[in-house]
Every structure is written in C-alpha cells, then in structure tokens.
C-alpha cells in the first residue's frame, strides 16, 4: 500500500447522507485517482486528477465530487445523489500525469456501506 | 472498443504446482500492460508490467508473465504455487485514447490449496 493513506478503512452512512472519504500521499506524485470496486465489475474509474486544482471525470462520475488543493490530497466526496454508493473505494497516485507507461500505486481502501 | 478480459473468474491450483492466470486485452497500438494482486479487503499490489522488450516479464513474489503480440494475451504465471499467493487478480491495460486512464479485467480469483 506504499505511501498513500486512506481513511477511515469502514464508512457506514444513512441514506441521504453525504459523504467524503480521505486519501492522502507522500510519494510526491502529481495524478491522483479514485476507483470503486464491486464483486465481479473489478475497478471502475470515478475521477482523476493529473494536477492541482483540476480533475476530471472518469467513467461513473454522476452521484461523486472531488477537490484537489493540495497535491498529496484528493478527497472524495459521496452525495446522496449516488443510487447504489455501496462499495469498496481506491485512491491511487501515479508519478507522472498522462504517462502511458506509468504505474498506478493503490491505497488500502475505504469500505462503505449504506444503511 | 478498448478491453481486457480474464476469462477465468477462479482458478485452483494445489502448492507447489505451476499456475496461470490468463488475461487478454484488445487496443489499438502497441499495449501497456499490468498486472495487479489483492488480499482481502486490501488495496491493489502492482506486481509487474509490459511496456516493451522481452516478452517475458518478471514482478514481484516469483511471478512472471508472457506477453504474446500475435495472441493478444498476457498471461501471469508461476512456476511453483504458494498457499500465500491466493488472491485476486487483475489484469490491465493502458487506455491509448485517454492514456491517463487504466482499463481493469473483472478479476481471476486464485485458490491454492495444501
């Protein structure tokens, strides 16, 4: 899991609730990004941000928001607009934006659960 | 479509025999291609990847995998399974359109039994 903390390791959350889970890196890396995985789907890309103060969608963004400020923290946040939120989520950071032979480092992840 | 498939949802093996885990990917372009391992409820471990030279690979923990152009696959393999490496698996492939981006397999969960 290297460098990047995720935090709180389990989430438990009423519907209608907001959300926002942490993950913060010490590896220096400029593109950070947050996966959500559920059973037999592996990792779909949420949002992604290559540098400071931007970020973009990725694949299921609807329901999700993100800030990056600091370089080494890129929070999600889980709105109640998100139908199903219920899953497991992974930030991960990769050194170099864009870079197509770059590794993506994962964090340990965020266990959420809607009650 | 860009894509990565792993065909095998579980794969069981006993300790001490070769393993393999089986993936294949669809791109246009020359492939980027990782391979990734989970314990439970744990993040992803990179375990190696393929960028270009040797089409053999080598990672951490004693794997390695193939990497075969003509067969579109990049198969990770093992020459002697432990009881430990039981885990899931995923494959990826670098996305060449939005090359920021990684497209995941759905995962090959391995069991090695004593």
């Known amino acids: 899991d290297g460098g990047i903390t995720q935090s709180p390791k389990y989430l438990f959350r009423k519907e209608g609730q907001n959300v926002t889970l942490s993950c913060e890196q010490n590896l220096n890396h400029d593109a950070m990004y947050w996966y959500r995985q559920d059973p037999g789907q592996g990792l779909r890309l949420i949002y992604y941000s290559q540098i400071v103060n931007d970020f973009q969608k990725g694949d299921i963004a609807e329901g999700y928001s993100v800030s990056r400020e600091k370089k080494e923290s890129f929070p999600l946040t889980v709105t109640s607009a998100q139908k199903n939120p219920t899953a497991f989520y992974l930030c991960a950071s990769s050194i170099v934006p864009s870079g197509v032979t770059d590794t993506q480092y994962f964090g340990p992840g965020t266990r959420l659960t809607v009650l | 479509a860009q894509s990565v498939a792993q065909p095998e949802d579980q794969v069981n093996v006993a300790e001490g025999n070769p393993l393999t885990v089986k993936c294949t990917y669809s791109v246009s372009g020359n492939p980027y291609l990782f391979w990734y391992v989970q314990y439970p409820n744990r993040g992803l471990q990179f375990l190696l990847k393929?960028?270009?030279?040797?089409?053999l690979v080598k990672g951490s923990y004693g794997f390695e995998a193939e990497f075969n152009k003509s067969q579109t696959s990049f198969h990770l393999k093992k020459p002697s399974a432990l009881v430990s490496d039981s885990a899931l698996y995923f494959c990826?492939?670098?996305?060449?359109?939005?090359?920021?981006?990684?497209?995941f397999g759905t995962g090959t969960r391995l069991q090695v039994f004593p």
């Open positions: 393929y960028i270009t030279g040797d089409n």
């Open positions: 990826a492939v670098r996305d060449m359109i939005k090359s920021d981006k990684l497209i």
